[in-house]
Structure formats: structure tokens, C-alpha cells
């Protein structure tokens, strides 16, 4: 698998194309900071790496899978119960207030509408159609994409590989002849289950992340989308 060209490429969206801070990084952190003034950045670091990891436990998509989740996020420790409640009604006020908030990372566009001449390209997320029909309009590449799998089109949430095995199927190409990018583990997980090479982007958390998603030994990483280019050069021997 490793010696096959890349001919095309399935993208995530948030983390990946646009900002995961924006979305959902900042909702939470406020949301933390309000149930919680005093928080030390350890715990914060801490809540966050242990949300990483719970992310991963969940593969059923359902109404009430972000509820869940959230719950279990929720538990942080030396938060008392009143503070935990507090988490919950702040974040989940906050998260819907931004969920629409599609802010393209550096040079985005630029890097898709440069890919689009060599590849076929496709968007594999796991955020919702009206997401993504909102950042259509924001970012202008994604409307070429020859195929977008979003949550609504999955029975299955990454790590589960359905939604990469669609984008695959959709492309019109074989596992071995694409790339999946993606920046949290559940990408990775999902993309090795699917047999597709795999690119970690470190972007906004690769400070805090680096070390943590090195452990799930992705194919290959890089610092942002923008290195991709370059990478593919090397990966296809050029």
C-alpha cells in the first residue's frame, strides 16, 4: 500500500480545513472557564488530552450521541457537581451558538484550488450538511469536491471507517490510491481501519496534541494543510 501513487485525497473539515477553536475549541474553553474561573491550564490540558480519548469510544451516530459525549466531558476533576452542571448549560449554549462559525484556516483555499489540478478530492467529515453547505459559501474550493460525506450520510461516526470507505467509493478509487487527512485520533483510527494512508495535521492544538497523536502512529504529519503539496511531491516520488 505504501508504494502506490496517490491519486486522490479525502479531506476532514474542522481542524483540517477550518478552525476547530472556532467552532467548537473556543465553546469549550469558555464554557470550562465559566463553570470554573480559578482552573489551572494543566487541568485544561488534561480535560482536553481525556477528551481526545473519549472521543473515541462512540461509533453509533444518533440524536443523542453529542449529549452523551458531552457528558462524559463534562466529568472533569475537582469540578463539584454545581460546576459540572454549569459546563454542560455554558458549553451547550455556546457550541450552538457557534456551530456555524466556518473560519478557513491559513491559506485553505489556496492549498485545495492547487490540489484540485492533480487530484480528485473529496471531503469526509463528520460535521453536519448544514455545516458544510454553509461553508460552501465560505470556501469557495469545496464546491469542485467530487464527492462530500458528511454525518448525515453515515450510520457509523469515525473511528468506525464507513464514511472514509464512502469518500474511497466515491473517488472511484481503490483504498491503496488514497490519502485521508485528518488532525484527531479518531481519524486516524478510522483511516487505518479503512486501509488509507493517513495524514495527521497538527494545526491549532499540535502544541498541546503532538506527542498524544504521535502515539496512533498516523502515516505521515504535518504542521498544516499548506505542507501537503510538498509532501505529495515526496510521497509520489517526485
Not at 485521508?180 to 492544538?205: C, H, N, W
Amino acid at each position: 500500500m505504501t508504494g502506490t501513487t496517490v491519486t486522490g485525497i479525502l479531506f476532514d473539515f474542522d481542524g483540517v480545513i477550518s478552525s476547530l477553536m472556532g467552532r467548537i475549541g473556543w465553546p469549550y474553553l469558555w464554557a470550562l472557564k465559566k463553570a470554573k474561573p480559578n482552573i489551572k491550564r494543566e487541568l485544561v490540558v488534561e480535560t482536553m488530552e481525556q477528551t481526545l480519548k473519549q472521543i473515541l469510544t462512540g461509533e453509533k451516530v444518533s440524536p443523542l450521541y453529542a449529549l452523551m459525549k458531552f457528558l462524559e466531558i463534562t466529568n472533569v476533576r475537582t469540578l463539584s457537581n454545581f460546576q459540572r452542571l454549569k459546563f454542560l448549560v455554558y458549553g451547550g449554549v455556546l457550541y450552538y451558538k457557534s456551530k456555524m462559525n466556518i473560519v478557513p484556516l491559513p491559506q485553505a483555499n489556496e492549498t485545495l484550488e492547487k490540489l484540485a489540478t492533480q487530484y480528485k478530492m473529496g471531503l469526509v467529515t463528520s460535521a453536519e450538511r448544514n455545516v458544510i453547505d454553509r461553508a460552501l459559501k465560505k470556501i469557495p474550493s469545496l464546491r469542485d469536491f467530487d464527492v462530500i460525506i458528511t454525518r448525515d450520510d453515515c450510520n457509523h461516526a469515525k473511528p468506525h471507517p464507513e464514511s472514509i470507505l464512502k469518500g474511497v467509493k466515491g473517488l472511484g478509487l481503490k483504498s491503496s490510491e488514497c490519502l485521508y487527512i485528518g488532525d484527531l485520533p479518531t481519524d486516524i483510527v478510522a483511516a487505518q481501519r479503512a486501509k488509507v494512508r493517513m495524514v495527521s495535521v497538527l494545526g491549532e492544538f499540535g502544541p498541546i496534541y503532538g506527542e498524544k497523536i504521535a502515539e496512533y502512529n498516523p502515516t505521515y504529519t504535518i504542521p498544516l494543510l499548506k505542507d501537503l503539496p510538498e509532501l505529495l511531491l515526496k510521497i509520489n516520488g517526485y
